[in-house]
C-alpha cells in the first residue's frame, strides 16, 4: 500500500474538476528523467499517433481528449471498493515520442519510449491512438519471452497487408506480434469481433495459429461470465496484456471511433469483461481508437477513460500481487 501523497490525484474539493492542467485522471505529471520516476508503479501514458490507419483518422486525438475527460475519475471504484491510487503509485508519464510523417520510424520512437518504461520497472496503461500503436509497445514489453493477450475488438486486427502488401497498419498488428514471437498464440483471446469481411483469411490464419476467437454471438449466446471464465483458464497465470479497442463497444454507446461496427457489446458489459481480469498476472494494458473528430462531444473519451479507470484497478491489484 502507497502512502505518498505526491502519487495521488488532485480531489475535487481541492480544485474543481474543470481547473488545472488536464493530466490523465488528475494525477502527477512525471518525465521519464524525472527522479520520482523510479518510484512509479503504474505509468499513464498516450501515444499520439494513428500513421496505421486506413481510412477514417483521428485517433491521433485521442490522449488529448482523454485526459480531459479522464478528469471526471474519482478514487473509489464503484462495486469493488478498489481505490487503486492506494494500491500504487500512479503518474502521468506524458506521451510517447512520434512522426507522423514516417510509420517505421514511428514505431521505433514509441518501442524506445516504453524500454525507458520497462528499464524502470513501471506497469504501463497506454492511451492511443490507432491500434498499431499496441505493436511497438509489445516489443518492449515481450522482452522475456511471447506474452499471452485479452484482447477487446470488433476485428481481429490479424490482418496481413493492405493496399498491395503494407504491412503496418491498425488491421495487421497482432498478426505482426505473433510473426515476431512477442504474443503466444495459445493465449491469445479475441472477444466482441464481427462486422463485414473482405474475406475470413485473418479468421482462418488466426485459428489456425491457436488463436481463440469469439465472435460477438458467442459472447452474447454465452454470457460475460462463461467468457471470460474461459479467457482467464486460456492465459493462465503466465504474463498477460490486455489491449482494449473502444470499438469492441457498440457505436450507440461510442460512436467517436474510425472503424465502428453495429452489434457490440454494452458500455456496462465491457466494464463487467475487465473486473472479470482480477487476479490475472498482468503486465500492461492499453485502451485505443478514440477518435474526437467523430465525437466532439467527448462522450466516447469518458467512455474510454472510465474503462481506463476499471483497467487500472485490475493492474494495481496485479502489481500488488506481484509485491
Known amino acids: 500500500m502507497t ?18 492542467i488536464p493530466t ?3 494525477l502527477p505529471h512525471v518525465h521519464l528523467r524525472d527522479d520520482r520516476a523510479a518510484d512509479v508503479d503504474i505509468g499513464l501514458i498516450g501515444v499520439p499517433w494513428d500513421g496505421g490507419t486506413t481510412n477514417r483518422a483521428g485517433a491521433r486525438h485521442g490522449p488529448r481528449q482523454l485526459r480531459d475527460l479522464s478528469t471526471m475519475i474519482r478514487q473509489v471504484h464503484p462495486h469493488t471498493g478498489v481505490n487503486p491510487f492506494k494500491l500504487a503509485r500512479c503518474a ?13 520510424d514511428a514505431l521505433a520512437r514509441i518501442t524506445g519510449f516504453y524500454d525507458q518504461v520497462m528499464d524502470l520497472g513501471i506497469t504501463p496503461l497506454s492511451a492511443g491512438g490507432d491500434h498499431l500503436v499496441s505493436l511497438p509497445i509489445l516489443r518492449a514489453l515481450a522482452r522475456q519471452g511471447p ?9 481481429t486486427d490479424l490482418f496481413d497487408g493492405y493496399f498491395g502488401g503494407f504491412r503496418y497498419t491498425h488491421g495487421t498488428p497482432f ?38 476467437i469469439i465472435m460477438i454471438e458467442e459472447l452474447m449466446e454465452r454470457g460475460v461470465e462463461h467468457v471470460m471464465d474461459e479467457a482467464r483458464e486460456r492465459v493462465g497465470r503466465e504474463p498477460t496484456y490486455v ?15 474510425g472503424t465502428p461496427e453495429i452489434g ?20 500492461g494494458a492499453d485502451l485505443v481508437e478514440v477518435s474526437p473528430p467523430f465525437d466532439p462531444s467527448g462522450g466516447t473519451a469518458w467512455l474510454g477513460a472510465s474503462l481506463m479507470f476499471e483497467l487500472m484497478c485490475v493492474l494495481a491489484s496485479a502489481r500488488l500481487e506481484q509485491g
Open 243 to 257: 489491449s482494449f479497442d473502444i470499438d469492441g463497444i457498440d457505436p450507440a454507446f461510442a460512436p467517436g471511433t
Open 264 to 283: 457490440g457489446f454494452t458500455s456496462f458489459q465491457a466494464q463487467r469483461m475487465i473486473r472479470k481480469l482480477s487476479g490475472l498476472n498482468l503486465i
Open 24 to 26: 490523465f485522471m488528475r
Open 3 to 20: 502512502g505518498d501523497d505526491f502519487f495521488q490525484p488532485v480531489s475535487g474539493f481541492d480544485l474543481p474538476r474543470f481547473a488545472g
Open 147 to 155: 506474452l499471452g493477450m485479452v484482447h477487446f475488438d470488433a476485428h
Open 92 to 104: 502521468d508519464l506524458g506521451d510517447a515520442p512520434v512522426n507522423p510523417a514516417d510509420v517505421q
Open 175 to 212: 498478426r505482426r506480434a505473433i510473426e515476431e514471437e512477442l504474443l503466444d498464440p495459445e493465449r491469445v483471446v479475441q472477444i466482441g469481433i464481427r462486422g463485414t469481411m473482405y474475406d475470413g483469411e485473418d479468421i482462418e490464419w488466426g485459428e489456425a495459429q491457436g488463436v481463440r
